[in-house]
């Protein structure tokens, strides 16, 4: 295809767009933080769940805080709701995701294929704008909780007071910093990471145990008051379900432990079309992380809950947010509370990080295919500034605080588990598996359950939920437009018959018609010849081929073109075309053709009747309506020399 020649870029813009690539073609998947290479053997999923784990498990270091602020003395009861719902509802659904989807493109793919033409983007796009916020509140969420470790330690308490806000603007823009001059995923660093940090947790777990057990007042103190408090066991259970959702940032990983599947080694006898070792090891790696977490959840919100006064959970006290790390510091001294402090501060940035990592490749996933990205977005750099400035924007909107943001993160979360839950859910039932589809439907109603509770209570989540769809959406279209009149097959493949026809046509002018298959009789392809021969005053004696393109997903932005050449009625030459744009369709066929026979070919149509507005609308969103003049306009972006485009004829 032939492409237009550009001045060469500034250094800036050259180092800005530096990779860029054309994503979206051949149905690979993009960016730095794409599936490894072939070359890539992966490695072991005891490894890559660390890198996981850098998101999963870095949530101990703000979970058990916000637990007790929502569930007060309830805590670890309603934690252990959680861990159940972890255990028997988020982790049999992941790992049937692991099955449906082993290439990570996890259950947005899943509900994708279930859904075809615009309706089927729009609900993609919807998907994709809860994930953006998931992602982004995980980067602002994490790094507000590390600032709040940084400014709460005793050492630099009084240096940096009243000064969360900014650090937290520091740590985001260090990691867009990174992220400019390049980052690979490294597992080795995570690994490092999530080793430190859980060991030095179990540390002060064991610790805090053990003055639980010595100090056996505070269980009867606690009992009693929970007791007083809301009388019977029941009730307890009750209320501790009615707070669970305000929980639900316990849940978070799982949509990332998917994505990471293609970095899991696998079997060596693996094929990328059944990976069965990469599934195998990818459902240990969900299981084990599970149940860490679980085990680390139950421990620490009994400990911070019976050894912690309710007035420090509460905004402004010195357990706000860092719940553990105080533990750390009242039992085992500054000196280790401050390596903790590290650690976890090093681990939440390292977890904005992984949600980058997972923005960068989330979005060209899909958006270019859809045609839904600006030129700009297929490389990094420039992604890299626009998803910087947001979450400064939503580290500014809720002034670094890890309680308030809280509920737009579980909103993200639990839309992605719930939308994961019905995937497996109708997968179930297409394989025939009735007790998987009733058991995965009632995991589904738990999760919508959850949800919606979770939406009401905290409506901040679905609001900013609301603002990234909506802007996903309108950039996407804005976007499309922008991108209507280019080139967007990627490849045209000719059998033997149109090929035939072709070279036929080589030793004298080329001459197409576009044709609207109807009847396909001879009385249509008769008429069809005569009436363009009297609007364009061609002489009898010239002959032509006719091009019919049938319209599938008009919804789709760019694929590959096959021809196929038949003669009809046992006179007429026929080219057959499927795409999802007929001018791009009939352009690309063109400039193919052009560039195989080294002539200039024409093509003939008729105006299309009715207003040139409605037509257009058509053709955006049908790849229909006013074909002459958008296959001249197609050709004309797609070829700058005009002595050597093919020529377009409307009459």
């Known amino acids: 295809m032939a492409t237009t020649e550009h001045p060469p870029p500034s250094r800036l813009r050259a180092w800005m767009l530096e990779g860029l690539s054309d994503m979206g073609k051949g149905g690979g998947h993009q960016g730095p933080h794409a599936v490894p290479e072939p070359a890539d053997k992966g490695r072991p999923w005891y490894r890559v769940m660390c890198l996981t784990g850098v998101d999963y498990f870095s949530t101990l270091g703000y979970q058990p805080g916000i637990a007790a602020l929502a569930a007060g003395l309830l805590s670890p009861i309603a934690t252990i709701v959680l861990v159940v719902v972890t255990l028997a509802g988020a982790l049999p659904v992941y790992r049937r995701v692991a099955e449906e989807s082993p290439h990570g493109e996890g259950s947005i793919s899943m509900l994708e294929r279930l859904l075809s033409f615009w309706k089927g983007k729009l609900f993609v796009l919807t998907l994709l704008g809860f994930a953006a916020t998931d992602f982004l509140i995980t980067i602002t969420l994490s790094a507000a909780d590390a600032s709040t470790h940084l400014v709460e330690n005793p050492h630099l308490t009084d240096a940096l007071h009243d000064k969360q806000v900014l650090i937290t603007l520091v740590l985001v823009a260090l990691l867009g910093a990174v992220f400019l001059k390049g ?28 003055h639980v057990a010595t100090e056996s007042h505070v269980v009867t103190d606690w009992s009693n008051a929970l007791t007083a408090e809301h009388g019977n066991v029941f009730v307890m259970i009750g209320v501790a379900l009615i707070v669970f959702p305000k929980l639900a940032l316990g849940l978070s990983g799982f949509e990332t432990g998917v994505a990471v599947m293609p970095h899991v080694k696998g079997d060596p006898g693996d094929t990328e079309e059944r990976p069965a070792g990469r599934i195998r090891d990818t459902k240990k790696l969900l299981t084990v992380a599970a149940v860490i977490m679980s085990c680390f959840l139950i421990a620490t919100s009994f400990i911070t809950t019976l050894l912690i006064p309710e007035k420090e959970f509460e905004p ?19 000196i280790f509370g401050t390596v903790y402090d590290v650690s976890t501060i090093a681990i939440l940035w390292f977890a904005g990080a992984s949600a980058m990592a997972g923005l960068l490749n989330l979005m060209p996933r899909y958006l270019p295919r859809y045609g839904m990205a600006p030129h700009w ?77 979770n939406v009401i209570e905290r409506p901040d989540g679905v609001k900013i939920g609301a603002c990234f769809i909506a802007g996903i959406i309108l950039v996407s279209l804005l976007s499309r437009l922008a991108r209507a009149f280019e080139l967007r097959v990627t490849s045209v493949t000719l059998d033997p018959m149109a090929e035939r026809f072709v070279r036929d046509m080589a030793s004298r002018k080329i001459r197409f018609i576009a044709n609207e298959p109807d009847q396909r009789d001879q009385a249509e392809y008769r008429d069809k010849i005569e009436q363009i021969r009297q609007d364009n005053d061609v002489p009898e004696q010239e002959d032509f081929v006719f091009v019919e393109v049938t319209v599938l997903d008009p919804s789709e932005f760019e694929a590959g073109l096959t021809v196929r050449g038949e003669v009809l009625h046992n006179r007429y030459r026929v080219l057959t075309l499927e795409s999802s744009s007929i001018p791009n369709a009939l352009a690309a066929l063109l400039l193919h053709v052009r560039d195989a026979t080294s002539r200039t070919p024409h093509i003939y149509f008729e105006w299309t009747e009715g207003n040139p507005f409605a037509n257009f609308l058509r053709f955006f969103l049908f790849g229909q309506g006013e074909v002459a003049p958008v296959t001249r306009e197609v050709l004309r972006e797609a070829e700058p020399d005009r002595t050597r485009r093919p020529r377009v004829h409307a009459g």
């Open 183 to 210: 980052f690979l995923e490294a597992i080795g660093v995570a690994v490092a990471l999530v080793g430190v940090y859980l060991a030095l947790n179990a540390v002060v777990v064991t610790v805090g145990l053990w």
């Open 316 to 334: 402004g006290g010195a357990a706000n947010g860092r719940a553990l790390a105080f533990l750390a510091h009242d039992y085992l001294g500054n």
């Open 377 to 453: 977005a297929r490389a990094v750099r420039p992604m890299v500034i626009v998803f910087t400035l947001v979450a400064f924007l939503v580290t500014w909107i809720f002034d670094a605080d890890v309680d308030a943001q809280g509920g737009a993160y579980a909103t993200g979360v639990l839309v992605l588990i719930s939308s994961a839950a019905i995937a497996v859910t109708i997968a179930a039932h297409k394989a025939g598996q009735r007790k998987g589809t009733i058991g995965f439907a009632v995991i589904s109603a738990v999760f919508l359950y959850t949800t919606v509770v």
